[in-house]
Structure formats: structure tokens, C-alpha cells
């Protein structure tokens, strides 16, 4: 059995949020310290980094994978 797969997604301002990926690439990812609360659902990472405008903090997000931090 396969398991989701925890990230923390650095934004190029400073912010860290968390997520994982469940087994079939989708994402969910957590505003963490946003006083919204929000989250970011989406069909792959690749789908919610791609195509930002260069201002976005996730325009040049890094991915860091929990089972490869060091």
C-alpha cells in the first residue's frame, strides 16, 4: 500500500507551508500561520506551481520532501 507523501513547500518570500502528496499526485497543501486558515488543493504540485505570475511567492517555490531532509 502506498502512502501520501509530506512536504514543506518554501515560498519565495519566507513562508513555509506544509502539504502532501497522496499516491495518485494530487496535493494538498496547508497556509500555515495565515489567519485565513486556507488551504490549496490541486491535481499535482506541478499544476499548483506552474503558470504564476513572477510576483507570486510561488512563482520559484522549493519543494522539500520529508523523507529527504537532512
Partial sequence: MEWARPFSLHLTDGRIWHGVQFPTGEVCIAHVGEPSGAFTVG???DAVLGDRV???PLNGARVQWADEES
Avoid: A, C, K, T
Wanted: no cysteine; hydrophobic share 35%; proline share 17%.
Fill in 54 to 56: 513572477p510576483d507570486d
Fill in 43 to 45: 491535481l499535482s504540485l
